[in-house]
Every structure is written in structure tokens, then in C-alpha cells.
């Protein structure tokens, strides 16, 4: 099957990459790791596979994660263990060989002139660490983040001095209500014409879709679908559209925009 999913991506995408570090993020939960930079040009929202060369068959695929940034440093990524392949890759060292596909899927789509509302759930801060590293005019940006976990493990605090930033812990229902009065606030407030762009898990997204629609904002939602190919192949990453019947989150998201895909 691994050959078969080959034999489908353009290789030219492909490299191996050592890894140049892994910092954890407040806790053995959250990691930062960082790849020798792959030179790419990128777009924020696009994401790259990831299969540490000394994987056998288990855990057996790639795993998708979204390019946080690319600068002198390496490639960075940022992700939480929620699983096999996760720990595994926590487990990572200096040095060690990652096999990465990318840079992979359609990325948010933006003018730097116009005002933009970022807002990111969980682990779906990560694609916004390169947007605000390199908008021309960060002036035009702000972000609120909504998270569950202990801020400290989140990339957030750099993204605060660097733009306008609120954060929001929902742990309660209580918390949820005001994460959603704040998002349909904002949201009101950047439309018609600012853009708002979303990452983060689906309930998120649907909350932001809902007020979006309500408030009649532009809004594109980043998903953070399971996926098995990352390039098309399988069809392991589908979601209902709102008009077509199905979309492929690798191939022609993950990013949308929100009425355009059922969440
Ligand atoms: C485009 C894209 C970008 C992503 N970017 C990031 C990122 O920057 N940082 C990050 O931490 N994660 C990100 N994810 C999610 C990440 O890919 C999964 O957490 C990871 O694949 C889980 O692998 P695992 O083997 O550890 O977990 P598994 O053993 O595969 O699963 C463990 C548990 O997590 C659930 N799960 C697995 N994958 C997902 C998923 N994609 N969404 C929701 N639940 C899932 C499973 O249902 C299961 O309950 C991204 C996903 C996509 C599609
Ligand atoms: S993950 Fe294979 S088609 Fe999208």
C-alpha cells in the first residue's frame, strides 16, 4: 500500500530531512520540532506528511501536520500526542531522519491590505505562526485563540509580540459561551469586507461557520481532518460539500471556504 500511495505522489515533493530539534511546550504533550528547512515556498494553511524514516509497518502511515513556518531555522512544526504516531514522533531526536511531503494542499488566500481576523482552536494556531512572521503588515492582523490545555503549550506567546492577540481557556460551558459571544463580536465586526480565517477542530470551525453565516462575514475554515495519502489518492480524507458531493481535504482544501464545505 505505502508503494501503491507512491507510486501516486509527485516525488519531486518528497525529501528526507534530519531533524535539527524537538523542544517539548510546558509539558511531554506539546512538542516543537524542527527539520532542517526543505528551502520551499510556502502558503499558510498548507501542510506537509510526516514518516520518520525508521518506521516499519506500525504505525504504518504518514501523518499530516500544518507548516507552522519556514525560516532560517528549519521547518517547524508543532503538534500534540493524541496517539501512536504522535508519540512517536515526541520521541524523535537530533539528527534523526523524517521523510516529509509538501508542501501539500490549498493554503488561506489573502490580500496583505485588507484586515484580517485570524482565529485558531487547539492546535490550530500552528498555521498562523508563519502568517503573522511574515504578513508585510501585521497592523491589519488579529487573532483570538481559544484553547483547553495550559496556554504553555502553545506557540501563543511570540504571536503576541508580534500582533494584537487575546487568548480564551474553555474548560466550562460558562467559557465556551464567552469563546462564542467574543468570535460572533469579532466576526460582526470584520464583516463584510475584512476576511476571517479559522484553523482548529471541527466543533470550532462549526461554531465560527455558524456565526459567519449569521454575521455574513468572508470566512475560509482550515480542516483538520484525518488523512491517510495526503495527496489524493485514497480518499481517506473526504468531507461533504455543501454543493458538490465530496471534497477532498488534502488534495482540494484543507483549507475552504466555509460555505462551501458541511461541517
Ligand atoms: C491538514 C492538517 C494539519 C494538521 N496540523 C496539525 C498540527 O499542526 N498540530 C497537531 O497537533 N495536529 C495537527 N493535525 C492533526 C494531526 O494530524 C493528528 O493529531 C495526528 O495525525 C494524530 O496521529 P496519531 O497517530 O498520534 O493519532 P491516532 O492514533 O491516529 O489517533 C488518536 C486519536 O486522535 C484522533 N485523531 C487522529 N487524527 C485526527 C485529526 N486529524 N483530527 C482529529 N482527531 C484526530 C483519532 O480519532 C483518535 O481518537 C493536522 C491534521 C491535518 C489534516
Ligand atoms: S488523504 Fe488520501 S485522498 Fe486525501
Keep these: 500500500m505505502v508503494m501503491a500511495v507512491q507510486g501516486l505522489i509527485d516525488m519531486s515533493m518528497c525529501t ?81 531522519r523524517v521523510r516529509v511531503w509538501g508542501p501539500l494542499g490549498r493554503g488561506f488566500s489573502y490580500e496583505e491590505d485588507k484586515a484580517l481576523l485570524l482565529l485558531a482552536g487547539g492546535m490550530g494556531l500552528a498555521p498562523f505562526v508563519g502568517l503573522i512572521r511574515t504578513h508585510p503588515k501585521p497592523i491589519n492582523l488579529e487573532l483570538i485563540f481559544g484553547h483547553r490545555q495550559d496556554i504553555a503549550g502553545y506557540p501563543f506567546q511570540r504571536l503576541e509580540q508580534q500582533t494584537l492577540a487575546w487568548s480564551f481557556q474553555d474548560r466550562t460551558e460558562e467559557d465556551l459561551l464567552e469563546l462564542k459571544r467574543v468570535l460572533g463580536l469579532k466576526i460582526r465586526g470584520y464583516a463584510p469586507e475584512g476576511e476571517v480565517l479559522a484553523c482548529g477542530p471541527r466543533p470550532f470551525l462549526k461554531m465560527v461557520k455558524g456565526l459567519s453565516a449569521e454575521f455574513v462575514a468572508r470566512t475560509q475554515v482550515s480542516l483538520e481532518t484525518v488523512m491517510m495519502c495526503g495527496v489524493g489518492a485514497c480518499l481517506g480524507c473526504v468531507v461533504p460539500g455543501e454543493n458538490k458531493a465530496n471534497l477532498k481535504a488534502c488534495s482540494q482544501g484543507p483549507v475552504f471556504r466555509a460555505e462551501e464545505v458541511r461541517l
Design 16 to 96: 528526507s530531512l534530519p531533524v535539527v530539534a524537538l523542544n517539548r511546550l510546558g509539558s511531554d504533550r506539546f512538542v516543537h520540532l524542527i527539520l532542517q528547512s526543505p528551502g520551499w515556498k510556502w502558503i499558510p494553511g498548507q501542510f506537509v506528511m510526516l514518516r520518520p524514516s525508521s518506521w516499519s509497518q506500525d504505525p504504518f502511515g504518514a501523518r499530516p501536520f500544518s507548516i507552522a513556518d519556514i525560516d532560517e531555522q528549519g521547518l517547524h512544526v508543532y503538534f500534540q500526542v493524541v496517539g501512536q504516531g504522535t508519540e512517536y514522533l515526541s520521541g524523535l531526536g537530533p539528527g534523526d
